[in-house]
T-cell receptor, first 113, second 116 residues
Protein backbone atom coordinates (compact mmCIF):
# COMPACT_ATOMS: atom_id res chain seq x y z
CA UNK A 1 0.00 0.00 0.00
CA UNK A 2 1.35 3.39 -0.98
CA UNK A 3 1.83 5.86 1.87
CA UNK A 4 2.65 9.53 1.41
CA UNK A 5 4.18 11.65 4.16
CA UNK A 6 4.72 15.39 4.34
CA UNK A 7 6.92 16.79 7.07
CA UNK A 8 6.68 19.29 8.65
CA UNK A 9 2.94 19.72 9.07
CA UNK A 10 3.40 23.47 9.39
CA UNK A 11 6.12 25.92 8.40
CA UNK A 12 6.55 29.68 8.91
CA UNK A 13 9.04 31.61 6.80
CA UNK A 14 9.86 35.35 6.49
CA UNK A 15 8.85 36.98 3.24
CA UNK A 16 11.49 36.89 0.53
CA UNK A 17 13.15 33.67 1.62
CA UNK A 18 13.48 30.61 -0.57
CA UNK A 19 11.97 27.47 0.91
CA UNK A 20 11.60 23.75 0.30
CA UNK A 21 8.60 21.55 1.07
CA UNK A 22 9.11 17.81 1.34
CA UNK A 23 7.09 14.80 0.26
CA UNK A 24 8.08 11.16 0.71
CA UNK A 25 6.39 8.00 -0.53
CA UNK A 26 6.91 4.34 0.28
CA UNK A 27 6.57 2.60 -3.09
CA UNK A 28 8.66 3.82 -6.02
CA UNK A 29 6.39 2.18 -8.63
CA UNK A 30 4.56 5.41 -9.43
CA UNK A 31 3.08 6.95 -12.56
CA UNK A 32 3.51 10.53 -11.49
CA UNK A 33 3.45 13.00 -8.62
CA UNK A 34 1.40 16.16 -8.32
CA UNK A 35 1.74 19.14 -6.04
CA UNK A 36 -1.44 20.96 -5.07
CA UNK A 37 -2.20 24.16 -3.26
CA UNK A 38 -5.22 24.49 -0.96
CA UNK A 39 -6.42 27.81 0.43
CA UNK A 40 -8.66 27.84 3.52
CA UNK A 41 -12.22 26.86 2.65
CA UNK A 42 -11.31 26.23 -0.96
CA UNK A 43 -10.62 23.30 -3.23
CA UNK A 44 -7.24 22.11 -4.42
CA UNK A 45 -5.39 23.68 -7.31
CA UNK A 46 -2.87 21.59 -9.21
CA UNK A 47 0.48 23.39 -9.32
CA UNK A 48 2.87 20.96 -10.94
CA UNK A 49 2.67 17.45 -12.34
CA UNK A 50 5.83 15.37 -12.71
CA UNK A 51 5.69 12.19 -14.76
CA UNK A 52 7.64 9.19 -13.47
CA UNK A 53 10.17 9.59 -16.30
CA UNK A 54 10.90 13.21 -15.41
CA UNK A 55 13.20 14.64 -12.76
CA UNK A 56 11.66 18.07 -12.33
CA UNK A 57 9.05 20.56 -13.46
CA UNK A 58 9.06 24.34 -13.19
CA UNK A 59 6.34 26.96 -13.19
CA UNK A 60 7.31 30.52 -12.40
CA UNK A 61 8.81 30.62 -8.90
CA UNK A 62 7.94 26.99 -8.28
CA UNK A 63 10.18 24.02 -9.00
CA UNK A 64 9.27 20.45 -8.17
CA UNK A 65 11.75 17.61 -8.24
CA UNK A 66 11.25 13.86 -8.17
CA UNK A 67 13.65 11.13 -7.04
CA UNK A 68 11.79 7.83 -7.44
CA UNK A 69 14.63 5.67 -6.18
CA UNK A 70 14.67 7.43 -2.82
CA UNK A 71 10.91 7.96 -2.70
CA UNK A 72 11.15 11.73 -2.38
CA UNK A 73 9.88 14.88 -4.00
CA UNK A 74 10.52 18.51 -3.11
CA UNK A 75 8.67 21.69 -3.96
CA UNK A 76 10.99 24.69 -4.08
CA UNK A 77 9.43 28.14 -3.78
CA UNK A 78 11.71 31.04 -4.65
CA UNK A 79 11.41 34.54 -3.20
CA UNK A 80 8.38 33.71 -1.06
CA UNK A 81 5.46 36.15 -0.85
CA UNK A 82 2.56 36.47 1.63
CA UNK A 83 0.26 35.24 -1.14
CA UNK A 84 2.08 31.91 -1.06
CA UNK A 85 0.54 31.20 2.35
CA UNK A 86 -1.58 28.08 1.93
CA UNK A 87 -1.52 24.34 2.53
CA UNK A 88 0.55 22.40 0.01
CA UNK A 89 -0.29 18.77 -0.67
CA UNK A 90 1.49 16.20 -2.74
CA UNK A 91 -0.24 13.25 -4.35
CA UNK A 92 1.32 10.17 -5.89
CA UNK A 93 -0.26 8.35 -8.81
CA UNK A 94 0.09 4.57 -8.51
CA UNK A 95 -1.58 1.43 -9.76
CA UNK A 96 -2.76 -0.75 -6.90
CA UNK A 97 -5.67 -2.64 -8.39
CA UNK A 98 -6.98 0.56 -9.92
CA UNK A 99 -5.27 3.77 -10.88
CA UNK A 100 -5.21 5.80 -7.74
CA UNK A 101 -3.92 9.02 -6.30
CA UNK A 102 -2.60 8.80 -2.75
CA UNK A 103 -2.49 12.14 -0.97
CA UNK A 104 -0.26 13.36 1.80
CA UNK A 105 -1.76 15.35 4.67
CA UNK A 106 -0.08 18.56 3.58
CA UNK A 107 2.25 21.25 4.89
CA UNK A 108 0.59 24.46 6.07
CA UNK A 109 2.86 27.29 4.93
CA UNK A 110 2.74 30.78 6.43
CA UNK A 111 4.81 33.57 4.90
CA UNK A 112 5.49 36.30 7.46
CA UNK A 113 5.47 39.84 5.99
CA UNK B 1 -15.79 28.74 -17.93
CA UNK B 2 -16.95 27.77 -14.40
CA UNK B 3 -14.81 24.61 -14.04
CA UNK B 4 -16.08 22.24 -11.32
CA UNK B 5 -19.12 23.47 -9.39
CA UNK B 6 -20.25 21.90 -6.12
CA UNK B 7 -23.45 22.59 -4.23
CA UNK B 8 -24.25 23.14 -1.45
CA UNK B 9 -21.19 24.68 0.27
CA UNK B 10 -22.44 23.82 3.74
CA UNK B 11 -24.95 21.28 4.99
CA UNK B 12 -26.07 20.04 8.40
CA UNK B 13 -27.92 16.73 8.60
CA UNK B 14 -29.40 14.66 11.35
CA UNK B 15 -28.42 11.02 11.66
CA UNK B 16 -30.47 8.92 9.27
CA UNK B 17 -31.34 11.70 6.86
CA UNK B 18 -30.50 11.42 3.19
CA UNK B 19 -29.16 14.01 0.81
CA UNK B 20 -27.38 14.49 -2.49
CA UNK B 21 -24.22 16.50 -3.02
CA UNK B 22 -24.17 17.96 -6.50
CA UNK B 23 -21.16 18.21 -8.79
CA UNK B 24 -21.08 19.60 -12.31
CA UNK B 25 -18.23 20.36 -14.68
CA UNK B 26 -18.30 22.27 -17.96
CA UNK B 27 -14.92 21.16 -19.34
CA UNK B 28 -16.18 18.01 -21.09
CA UNK B 29 -14.02 15.88 -18.81
CA UNK B 30 -14.49 12.14 -18.95
CA UNK B 31 -13.18 11.40 -15.46
CA UNK B 32 -14.98 12.58 -12.33
CA UNK B 33 -14.46 11.61 -8.72
CA UNK B 34 -15.49 12.27 -5.14
CA UNK B 35 -13.03 12.62 -2.25
CA UNK B 36 -13.49 13.26 1.43
CA UNK B 37 -10.99 15.22 3.50
CA UNK B 38 -10.72 14.64 7.24
CA UNK B 39 -8.34 16.30 9.71
CA UNK B 40 -4.99 14.54 9.91
CA UNK B 41 -5.76 12.32 6.94
CA UNK B 42 -5.06 12.72 3.27
CA UNK B 43 -7.89 13.00 0.80
CA UNK B 44 -9.55 9.63 0.32
CA UNK B 45 -11.33 8.52 -2.84
CA UNK B 46 -15.00 7.58 -2.38
CA UNK B 47 -16.25 6.82 -5.91
CA UNK B 48 -15.14 7.66 -9.40
CA UNK B 49 -16.38 7.53 -12.98
CA UNK B 50 -14.43 7.22 -16.23
CA UNK B 51 -17.37 8.25 -18.39
CA UNK B 52 -21.14 8.52 -18.61
CA UNK B 53 -22.81 5.32 -17.42
CA UNK B 54 -19.64 3.99 -15.73
CA UNK B 55 -18.91 4.22 -12.01
CA UNK B 56 -16.64 2.36 -9.63
CA UNK B 57 -15.75 2.28 -5.97
CA UNK B 58 -12.78 3.99 -4.46
CA UNK B 59 -11.10 3.53 -1.11
CA UNK B 60 -14.04 4.42 1.18
CA UNK B 61 -17.32 3.78 -0.69
CA UNK B 62 -19.52 2.47 2.13
CA UNK B 63 -22.57 4.64 2.83
CA UNK B 64 -22.35 6.49 -0.50
CA UNK B 65 -23.92 5.99 -3.92
CA UNK B 66 -23.15 7.66 -7.22
CA UNK B 67 -24.48 7.72 -10.76
CA UNK B 68 -23.23 9.26 -14.00
CA UNK B 69 -26.07 9.78 -16.45
CA UNK B 70 -24.35 12.66 -18.28
CA UNK B 71 -20.74 13.70 -18.86
CA UNK B 72 -21.32 16.92 -16.92
CA UNK B 73 -22.90 15.70 -13.66
CA UNK B 74 -21.73 13.32 -10.94
CA UNK B 75 -23.94 13.50 -7.82
CA UNK B 76 -23.00 11.81 -4.54
CA UNK B 77 -25.84 10.40 -2.47
CA UNK B 78 -25.83 9.72 1.25
CA UNK B 79 -28.71 7.33 1.84
CA UNK B 80 -28.70 7.35 5.65
CA UNK B 81 -26.27 9.87 7.09
CA UNK B 82 -24.05 8.90 10.01
CA UNK B 83 -21.82 11.08 12.24
CA UNK B 84 -18.78 9.32 10.72
CA UNK B 85 -19.67 10.99 7.43
CA UNK B 86 -18.99 14.43 8.86
CA UNK B 87 -16.28 15.70 6.54
CA UNK B 88 -15.41 18.04 3.70
CA UNK B 89 -16.29 16.56 0.34
CA UNK B 90 -14.56 17.44 -2.89
CA UNK B 91 -15.49 16.65 -6.44
CA UNK B 92 -12.68 16.50 -9.00
CA UNK B 93 -12.44 15.95 -12.73
CA UNK B 94 -9.81 15.44 -15.42
CA UNK B 95 -9.91 15.08 -19.21
CA UNK B 96 -9.47 11.33 -18.93
CA UNK B 97 -7.92 8.95 -16.43
CA UNK B 98 -7.78 9.28 -12.69
CA UNK B 99 -5.03 11.83 -12.38
CA UNK B 100 -2.88 8.87 -11.52
CA UNK B 101 -1.92 8.39 -15.14
CA UNK B 102 -0.74 11.82 -16.03
CA UNK B 103 -3.67 14.20 -16.03
CA UNK B 104 -4.05 17.18 -13.75
CA UNK B 105 -7.08 17.03 -11.50
CA UNK B 106 -9.44 20.00 -11.27
CA UNK B 107 -11.23 20.36 -7.95
CA UNK B 108 -14.46 21.99 -6.87
CA UNK B 109 -14.51 24.27 -3.82
CA UNK B 110 -15.94 21.61 -1.53
CA UNK B 111 -19.00 20.87 0.60
CA UNK B 112 -18.65 20.96 4.37
CA UNK B 113 -21.05 18.39 5.80
CA UNK B 114 -21.91 17.94 9.45
CA UNK B 115 -24.01 15.00 10.63
CA UNK B 116 -25.43 15.37 14.11
Amino acid sequence: KQEVTQIPAALSVPEGENLVLNCSFTDSAIYNLQWFRQDPGKGLTSLLLIQSSQREQTSGRLNASLDKSSGRSTLYIAASQPGDSATYLCAVGSNFGNEKLTFGTGTRLTIIP
Amino acid sequence: NAGVTQTPKFQVLKTGQSMTLQCAQDMNHEYMSWYRQDPGMGLRLIHYSVGAGITDQGEVPNGYNVSRSTTEDFPLRLLSAAPSQTSVYFCASSPFGSGAIGEKLFFGSGTQLSVL
